[in-house]
């Protein structure tokens, strides 16, 4: 999923490659171990399909001449600036392209069951789909949970020792709070048909 990744970071703005690498560690967390190693190949994989293109984000050569009130120091200060201008560079940046809006929008509705990291990923670019689709999001994961809480539940009641059963408690306990917590998701979307800041009903809401 680190191209949806890519995508939805660039979706909000042109970034270079230090800067995505950041912003990918913090978005996916530290276990997916984002380095440039896996970052550049799939940057490459998106610019061969057309979904990202490279543009130039320039690098400003330092702050702009503030005068100091001593002409002597106004003269050094001038004669640095000079000095500094031939060092001004650009890098490269990637910003993603209509093609790529419409692959990150595909890949952000792919109804296929979803495990923990994706689910994440996918919850945290929410703000990019409509009403319908979010809540459809929920719902998905709201079934897989409770298909799995289901499972958990019709296992056979073999002997097992206190910590393996203790390990299966703590799961099951966890698949329940998580549950919990996607019905309140779920709750707070249903309930949310008025978009606060433009007071009219948000997109998709009349069909939820």
């Not at 967390?29 to 490279?54: K, N, Q, T, V």
């Amino acid at each position: 999923m680190l191209e949806l990744a890519v995508l939805g970071l660039l979706a909000e703005q042109p970034l270079h490659g230090y800067e995505l690498k950041k912003r990918l560690s913090e978005t996916l967390g530290p276990l997916w171990g984002i380095s440039f190693g896996s970052l550049y190949p799939a940057l490459r994989r998106l610019e061969r399909h057309g979904d990202i293109e490279e543009t130039e984000a320039q690098e400003s050569g330092g702050r702009g001449f503030v005068p100091t009130g001593s002409l002597d120091g106004d003269l050094a200060a001038a004669r640095r600036q000079r000095r500094a201008r031939p060092g001004r560079r650009t890098r490269k940046a990637y910003r993603i392209t209509e093609k790529g809006r419409s692959t990150f929008a595909d890949l952000l509705t792919d109804d296929q069951a979803d495990d923990e990291r994706t689910f994440a990923l996918k919850l945290s670019f929410c703000r990019f789909l409509s009403a319908g689709d979010r809540l459809a999001l929920l719902e998905r994961r709201r079934n897989q949970l409770t298909q799995r809480l289901q499972k958990s539940r019709r296992e056979p009641n073999r002997t097992i020792d206190r910590y393996t059963r203790a390990l299966l408690e703590h799961r099951a306990r966890s698949t329940q709070h998580d549950l919990d917590w996607i019905d309140e998701l779920i709750a707070e979307e249903r309930a949310q048909t008025v978009d606060p800041t433009e007071g009219r009903p948000t997109e998709g809401a009349a069909s939820a």
